[in-house]
């Protein structure tokens, strides 16, 4: 099968096209023909092994795992022994490691049924953006008739967080480029800012909750805007150290001060696939597909997404 494949860490040269065997699957696994795979920064992390922590898992040296990729809508064209929730020819999306490929293979527990009104690419857009806008929402609790601000807004967990944030009864404030603004606007929000003009983490209290996935702002310029007794939810920064990345400034958060801190480390759960299924389904969840790349521009692809040239998720097809 063709793959896009890495055999040491680097930017976007270390990737080349590949031929590799088609996987079986095993125990409590399934086989998808791959129809998209979803681009996350997750994916350039893994791709670079930055920050130097996540090393430790994936290989000191080099990554032990070759093919890149985590989202992935398709086929199931085999079925491993002890699995029942799944036949050979199912539509299905969901989590799987190495989907930047013609065929992976994943535990069942990681698929869900893809909804009939819902095309592959942006079935594959929404899953780890989408569980994880919904882990980071539970953590803060009811947020309706309350101040929420939601930064990176643009990107794949942010638009995430900014519609069902929306939904669900909040008051939002997005923070992201310029050329997103209408982007954003679209999606629900309900005041949107620009971060290049102005900073969100100055003035009086006013902000209920916070959503902080990108930017890396301290969490101490955060109290400085959030209400007494509010939250603050740290996800990704992608400005963090090259040692720690984004778990080096949590540490910052462990005195409470006023405010509740979480350090937010989303997880694949199936209730959670079901629930972005239907979501997806009943249109209160909008898959944002910016643009479509061949499996062969797999490196462009995470280039633009380094970049922030598009608004919303990019995905590949095989």
């Known amino acids: 099968m063709r793959a896009i494949v890495q055999d040491r860490y680097g930017d976007s040269e ?13 125990e409590g696994q399934v086989r998808v023909a791959v129809r998209a795979a979803g681009v996350n920064m997750a994916d350039w992390h893994l ?14 040296r080099a990554p032990k795992t070759r093919v890149r990729g985590q989202d992935v809508a398709g086929v199931i064209d085999a079925v491993g022994p002890g699995v029942t929730s799944f036949t ?29 009104n819902v095309s592959f690419e942006q079935a594959a857009a929404t899953p780890m953006g989408g569980y994880t806008a919904l882990q980071a929402l539970r953590a803060a609790g009811n947020v309706a008739g309350l101040s929420v601000v939601v930064t990176g807004a643009g990107g794949g967990v942010g638009s995430a967080l900014v519609q069902l944030a929306h939904a669900r009864g909040a008051h939002v404030t997005a923070v992201c480029s ?38 890396g702002r301290r969490v101490s310029h955060w109290r400085r805007v959030i209400v007494p007794r509010g939250v603050l939810v740290l996800g990704g920064d992608e400005n963090g150290g090259a040692i720690l990345g984004p778990l080096g400034r949590s ?25 972005i299924a239907r979501l997806l389904a009943d249109g209160e969840l909008n ?32």
């Open 88 to 116: 050979v020819g199912d539509d299905v999306f969901g989590e799987a490691s190495g989907s930047f490929a013609e065929y992976v293979v994943t535990g069942a527990d990681r698929l869900v049924r893809k909804p009939a």
């Open 251 to 275: 540490f910052s958060s462990l005195i409470p001060r006023g405010i509740r801190v979480i350090t937010l480390m989303a997880s694949t759960r199936p209730d959670d696939l079901a629930e």
């Open 178 to 215: 310029a050329g997103k603004a209408d982007f954003v606007r679209s999606l629900g929000a309900d005041e949107v800012v620009d971060y290049a003009t102005t900073d969100v983490t100055t003035g009086a209290p006013r902000f209920d909750v916070v959503f902080d996935f990108a930017g």
């Open 287 to 318: 898959a944002t597909v910016a643009r479509s790349y061949p499996l062969a521009d797999t490196a462009a692809a995470i280039d633009d997404l380094r970049a922030a040239r598009y608004p919303g998720k990019l995905v590949v097809v095989p």
């Open 14 to 26: 270390v990737l080349r096209a590949g031929e590799l065997e088609t996987p079986e699957p095993g």
């Open 47 to 60: 791709m670079t092994g930055r920050p130097l922590i996540v090393r430790a898992v994936l290989g000191f």
